[in-house]
């Protein structure tokens, strides 16, 4: 029997199968058609310190081997998400990651806090660096060292839990951007959020979605995902999580032999919300037959040999 446990931080994960931010809700929306208390863990959708109705429609549209969303992080507000939502997190028995965002270094820090300042079960939070800085024009934190910097060590100073930070693939060196990461404190990173995409109506000659520009994630992806994790794990000495196009058990297996120390299941949750479960049995499945003993015989275990 495989020993499935991972370590991302301090956080022992019983397995290293999680939910992708933006794809299970606030994390028990999903309860009736999944047991959740079998995943390694749930991050949840974005929380800004405001309340946000997101962009207007359309703001999905399928494509081949994956979707296009721009949601525009719709999300109750941290003080409902502190009354509503934290609560209900004492009665699960599986790790539980809060997912932050925001459009200034202040309202990260602000979101930070308030939660910080309640008593909760959260294992720790993944960061959002996808988000346009309005007080740098508009430019993403996530796209310089710098500005990625700066967020890490300020929120760093404010919490003692796992702090994650979820990586943009719309960057030139992405390694870059995890090391600055790496460097002012954080316990992890995360990667890929989505890759920008377009789909036009050729009859109507318009945007299939409101926004023209938005996010592309599914199968299509798991590629620039797989290569984004090999070239974070060659550059940075705390664990990385693997996000993008996983469906199946061996998808797992081949992001952990790129490096990552666990992975986020997303776009695979919109078709079956147990897609976790099942993507757990199937990686469980192949780890028996192989004889893995634990994941450390997987995680970075790419053979040069091809």
Same mark, same amino acid.
């Given at each position: ?20 931010? @933006? ?6 929306? #999903? ?22 109705? @997101?962009?207007?429609?359309? !703001? ?5 081997? &994956? ?9 109750? @507000?941290?003080? !409902? ?49 996808? #988000? ?12 310089? #060292? ?11 100073? !404010? ?37 920008? &995409? ?46 993008? &196009? ?12 790129? @490096? ?26 192949? #780890? ?19």
């Amino acid at each position: 029997m495989t020993d499935l446990n991972t370590m991302i931080g301090s956080i022992k994960l019983k397995n290293p199968i999680l939910v992708a931010s @933006g794809t299970f809700g606030y994390g028990e929306e #999903c309860d009736e058609f999944s047991d959740v208390n079998q995943l390694g863990g749930i991050i949840t959708k974005s929380i800004t310190l405001h309340p946000r109705e @997101g962009n207007p429609p359309p !703001r999905i549209v399928e494509t081949a081997s &994956g979707m296009l969303n721009s949601i525009g992080l719709a999300n109750i @507000g941290v003080d !409902r998400y502190i009354s509503d939502m934290l609560p209900k997190y004492d009665d699960l028995n599986t790790s539980v990651i809060m997912n932050i965002a925001g459009s200034s270094l202040t309202e990260y820090i602000n979101v930070l806090e308030a939660v910080e300042a309640v008593p909760n079960s959260l294992a720790g939070y993944e960061i959002n660096i996808s #988000c346009p800085n309005v007080g740098e024009g508009g430019m993403e934190f996530g796209v310089d #060292c710098d500005l990625t910097s700066q967020l890490t060590s300020e929120l760093r100073q !404010r919490t003692d839990k796992l702090l994650v930070i979820k990586l943009s693939p719309n960057v030139t060196n992405i390694a870059a951007i995890a090391q600055s990461a790496e460097g002012a404190g954080a316990d992890a990173v995360s990667a890929i959020n989505t890759v920008v &995409g377009m789909s036009i109506n050729p009859a109507t000659r318009k945007s299939n979605v409101y926004t023209k520009l938005c996010g592309l994630s599914g199968p299509a992806v798991k590629p620039v995902g797989v290569a984004a994790v090999y070239k974070i794990s060659q550059s940075v000495s705390i664990p990385v999580i693997g996000i993008g &196009g996983i469906t199946k058990g061996v998808d797992v297996v081949e992001y952990l032999l790129a @490096g990552a120390s666990a992975v986020q299941v997303g776009t695979a949750n919109f078709r079956d919300p147990a897609a976790g479960l099942q993507i757990l049995t199937e990686f469980h499945d192949f #780890c028996d037959k192989n004889n893995i003993s634990d994941l450390t015989e997987l995680i970075g275990g790419l053979r040069d040999d091809t």
